[in-house]
């Protein structure tokens, strides 16, 4: 359990540290600028580009679309920034989806600690950025999305202002670190026991996403995540089979649609008249970037916390090894 602790705790010192590889990996398109963008990756790996399609959705005039899948889109194409991120760089799904990427001539890019990855990057010429391997790759968030949204500034799609946010973001999640773990304590307080169920505005989604990744990955549990407003024309109608059971956490930003609020707090009432606890989770920091780090961190030391309580080894995965090892006896 003290790995992952020391990791988490960790977390400012990492963010730190990509802050400096990005500033140090300087990125030249000679003046390319994408019509679109398919970030590759899975689980930990994969959890940036469905962050960072989401958080840009409204900014970027490119097209960004994450992709955990052997397969891609066939939109893909010469004016398409294929994004490659696996930590390992050995990841079987996004190898072969790497392979379909480079069949269509798409402009390649990677993010990685090395392996075979890392290995193509150096044969091929393709620009990468390169961190240090040897952890569970949801450990290394800091990493990954700082390299992510590095990558794509690069070449034109993350305004200059987010991104120079990201120099901010170590010294505000040390600062609020005491603050962030006792707010995971009182959520700790309220979820155990209960069958946690995640909600956030559509835009939000790769954030709940990451909560739900490490709920399941170091707590060994097994909740839900939906979005507002989609789970209003199916979800909501399964509320009436839950209720004290159930604990529903609603992260809101300022972000949100303003109707989607609207909805959040009568759904709210909803969930609380079944019997069910209610916690709306919100954001430090003075910014989108800030405060986005900020419940990451958050999400990331409730999962720690809860594995402890329940006695689970929050690094341990032996049903994902269980699962590989059967993979590579099958041709």
């Known amino acids: 359990m003290e790995q992952m602790r020391a990791l988490i705790s960790g977390f400012p010192d ?6 400096r590889i990005a500033e140090e990996t300087p990125l030249d398109w000679k003046g390319w600028t994408p019509s679109s963008a398919l970030i590759l990756g899975m689980g930990g790996s994969g959890i940036s580009g469905a962050i960072a399609s989401k958080m840009l959705a409204n900014s970027s005039a490119a097209f960004i679309q994450a992709n955990s899948d052997y397969t891609i889109p066939a939109w893909v194409g010469s004016d398409t920034l294929v994004l490659v991120c696996s930590y390992s760089g050995n990841t079987e799904e996004t190898l072969m989806a790497l392979d379909a990427a480079v069949s269509k001539n798409a402009r390649i890019a990677a993010i990685t600690s090395g392996g075979e990855l890392g290995k193509r990057c150096d044969q091929h010429g393709w620009p990468s950025v390169r961190f240090p391997g040897g952890q569970p790759p949801r450990s290394q968030f800091g990493y990954a999305f700082t390299s992510v949204m590095h990558v794509l500034h690069s070449a034109g799609l993350v305004p200059d202002e987010m991104h120079s946010a990201f120099g901010d973001v170590a010294s505000h999640l040390e600062a609020n670190q005491k603050n962030t773990i006792d707010r995971a304590s009182a959520l700790l307080d309220i979820v155990d026991g209960r069958r946690i169920m995640l909600y956030s505005d559509a835009a939000q989604e790769g954030l709940i996403i990451r909560w739900r990744q490490q709920l399941n990955e170091n707590s060994k549990t097994l909740c839900n995540h939906h979005v507002f407003p989609e789970m209003n024309h199916n979800e909501l109608v399964g509320w009436e089979s839950g209720g004290e059971n159930e604990v529903a956490l609603v992260i809101q930003t300022p972000e949100d649609h303003e109707r989607t609020r609207v909805r959040m707090n009568v759904c709210m ?4 008249d079944q019997g069910a606890d209610v916690v709306v989770v919100e954001g430090d920091g003075s910014n989108e970037i800030l405060r986005f780090f900020d419940l990451v961190h958050l999400g990331d030391w409730l999962s720690l916390l809860l594995a402890e309580h329940l006695g689970w080894d929050p690094v341990d995965i032996k049903n ?5 090892d059967a993979l590579s006896k099958v041709n």
């Open 320 to 324: 994902i090894d269980h699962l590989k």
């Open 14 to 19: 990492q963010m730190k540290d990509a802050w």
């Open 269 to 272: 009432e909803i969930f609380r």
